[in-house]
Every structure is written in C-alpha cells, then in structure tokens.
C-alpha cells in the first residue's frame, strides 16, 4: 500500500503514559523505520515529546480519543505539529496483539498510508463553551433527580401534592412544603397558601396534605430543597457565563430560535457541540451521521439487516430531543406535522423523534450556511403535496369505522 504521508507519528494515551511510535523512511528502498518511546503524561515530558517530534520533522500525528486522557497531548500539540484524533472503532487492533506498544505501532502504519479519519476537534472557545453547555445539562439533569427524590418522601408521608399540582415547586408547591418543613399541619392551612390557578383546587389539596409527615420527613425534605435551591443558583451562574460566552454567536442564535421547538438553551447547545461552522460538514447528512441520528448501514449478502442510529454527539441529541418534543406540541408547524405523522408511521415514539432530530439538522445546516432564517412549510405540508392520498386515507379510516362516503366538492364563490 501507498504510503502518504513518509514521517508520521501515533500516540496510545493513558492516564499515566503516553506510548509514541514514530515511522520514518529507512536506510533502504521501501523500507520503513520504526521507534517507539515512553513519556509520561505530565506536562514537561509531553513538551519534550513535542520538542522530539518537531526535530523530526513529522508531518502527521494521530490519536484514539480514550476518555478524556487525549486532551492534554493534544492540546500541547496541536499548535506545532498536524494532529488528528480518531474514532477508536476506526483503528481496532489484531486480536492477540494487544498492548500500548503494538496499539501505537498499529494506528502509525494506518496513519502514513492514510487510512485514518480524523474527528471534529473544535477551537478552543467552542470547546469552553461545550465544557459549560455540558455541566449546565448535568446539573439540570441532576437538580431533576433530586426533585423526584423530594417526591418520594412526600409520598412516603402520604402528602399526594403531586397529585393536584403538576409542579410541586412552583409558588404554591414551595410555599405548602416550607409550611410543612416548619411544623404546619393543619390541611386547610396549607391548602389555603396556593395561588393563582391553584385556588380553585382547594379542596383537593385540603386531602392531599392530609398525611403522616412527621420530623424525619422534614429534616430530608429541607436537604432535598436546599440542594435544588443550590442547583439552581449554579445553573443561573452557569447560564450568566454562557450568555457572555455566546456574544459572537448573536446573530446565529437569533436564526436558531426561528426553529419551532428551539429555545435559547437547545441554541445554545447546538451551537457549542457544532461549533456553528458548517463547513466542517460536506452536505446535511454528514451532520446527521456524525450527530447519530441518521439509519446506519449493515449490508451483507445483498440483504440489508439492522439499520440503526450510529452512536453520535449525545449532548447534542438529547437538546434536539427536548426541542422536537416542544415543537410535537405545537399547531399549523411543519415539523408538529412531521412527527405527527412519523408516529402513524412507524408506531414508535422514539424513531419518529430521530426522524424529526435529522429533519432539524438539516434544516440547521442550510440555516447557517446561507446564513437564512428559518423558512416554515407550513402545518399542511403533506395535505398540499398529495392531497389525493389525503383523500384516499380519510375515506379508508371512514370506512372502516362502518361509513359510506360520497364526496362532493366546496363550490367556490366566483
């Protein structure tokens, strides 16, 4: 095979070290020389590791992305020297052949025949703002545990406020669970502190404060509330030093919040997993593909078997998640339309919010490389494209339901 590039070098990181082969040409024709080195993974031993490969001119270096241990080799690197990371799944080694040395040998020789693609490293500012996009998801993730807990001790003191308010932290929720932590517990009491559309509810929320919380509950429910309450003040500071962050991204959050579904966080979160620069994706699908939510191939024999999604940028997916599921929710949109219709289809909730995720992206993709606002088909989309098929279901479901159906159409006024 054609070697591409004649002085490469391949790093196999680990916590602890950083295994190096360097390929160069040999003394001889088609000849190659080989030399592998130990560095430490602190900071001084990777410096002179780079001092080494500069001396040698290297053209190339690549990298498995293991964890997160890859960040620092290549972040002393990358300003000197041509590094890529790759996928590990692209550069598996032989069985019965593996250890660092033979991994780092292994992905030299796939690197100077150039049988290697490199993976999406963002710049720095994109990759501070994925750091804070990604920990502010956690901690919303983790401030939702912690109120399914509080929940759960609720309902192991019989208080069914959950029930009633589909909120148990709302002004109302709040204002009853402080009273109770307090030592209130007379039922009318407490029912009697709701607000606004509350009100009306009273008396259900007269039964459902009626319980057993006792001194035991209200020591872990005031730990359950103090940790939310702390939760919510670092994802605000988060959010506050992401808003600072997203200055430069003014006009591309403005296009992105055109999208139905898509509020200020999910922009936020395309915008640090993407990088906002679409020219690191050839066309709409490669962002589906390397996003994962696009049908993987799997074709043997001529026959096609399972096609699911490859895995992708989950931080990403999870935020398309939460925007399809909103824009599901709303009227006369061509994506409610979309996953209304993916959800006939298919019979799977799950699938159909796939689809709608890709439809997104690709929606995304022309957005910013044209640098468009986004154009709405409209609610009716499908009706207009084969209003024949339209007709053609709406009588079959007619039909089945035991109706016999003659149609006459709408005289218009002249």
């Known amino acids: 095979m054609d070697v591409l590039h004649d002085r490469c070098a391949a790093l196999d990181v680990s916590k602890r070290d950083v295994k190096v082969c360097l390929r160069t040409p040999g003394a001889r024709r088609n000849q190659r020389h080989t030399e592998v080195r130990t560095y430490s993974t602190m900071t001084n031993p990777l410096l002179a590791m780079r001092d080494w490969l500069v001396a040698e001119q290297v053209t190339l270096v690549v990298m498995e992305a293991t964890g997160d241990y890859w960040r620092s080799p290549y972040y002393l690197l990358e300003d000197a020297l041509n590094v890529v990371l790759i ?44 750091d804070l996009t990604r920990y502010r998801s956690v901690l919303t993730a983790e401030r939702t545990r912690e109120a399914s807990r509080l929940e759960k001790e609720l309902e192991d003191a019989g208080i069914k406020l959950s029930i009633v308010a589909s909120d148990i932290l709302g002004v109302s929720g709040r204002a009853m669970l402080e009273a109770l932590i307090a030592g209130e517990r007379d039922a009318n009491i407490l029912a009697d502190m709701a607000r606004g559309r509350m009100r009306p509810k009273i008396p259900d929320l007269v039964q459902a404060m009626i319980g057993r919380f006792g001194e035991h509950h209200a020591f872990l429910c005031r730990m359950h509330l103090d940790r939310i309450d702390a939760l919510t003040r670092d994802i605000t500071t988060l959010s506050t030093r992401i808003g600072e962050l997203m200055a430069p991204f003014h006009d591309v959050l403005r296009r992105l919040d055109t999208i139905p579904g898509v509020n200020q966080q999910v922009a936020e979160v395309i915008i640090a997993e993407t990088g906002a620069d679409m020219s690191r994706f050839p066309t709409p699908g490669h962002l589906a593909s390397w996003a994962g939510v696009c049908p993987g191939n799997h074709e043997s024999g001529g026959r096609r078997k399972s096609g699911k999604t490859r895995k992708g940028d989950h931080w ?14 709303g009227k006369d949109t061509y994506l409610a339309a979309q996953y209304a219709r993916f959800i006939r289809r298919l019979g799977n909730k799950q699938k159909a919010i796939v689809a709608v995720e890709h439809s997104m992206l690709t929606s995304i993709w022309h957005m910013l490389s044209n640098g468009t606002d986004h154009q709405d088909l409209g609610g009716d989309y499908f009706l207009r494209r084969d209003p024949d098929r339209e007709r053609r279901r709406a009588i079959t479901a007619l039909n089945k339901l035991g109706y016999t159906v003659t149609l006459n159409p709408i005289q218009t006024a002249a």
């Open 87 to 130: 996928n590990a799944r692209q550069a598996k080694a032989l069985p019965g052949r593996k250890t660092d040395v033979a991994d780092s040998v292994w992905l030299a020789q796939l690197a100077e025949c150039g049988l290697l693609r490199a993976s999406f490293v963002p710049p720095e500012p994109i990759r501070q703002l994925r």
């Open 316 to 329: 990403l997916t999870a935020a398309l998640g939460v925007a399809v599921l909103a824009s599901g929710r």
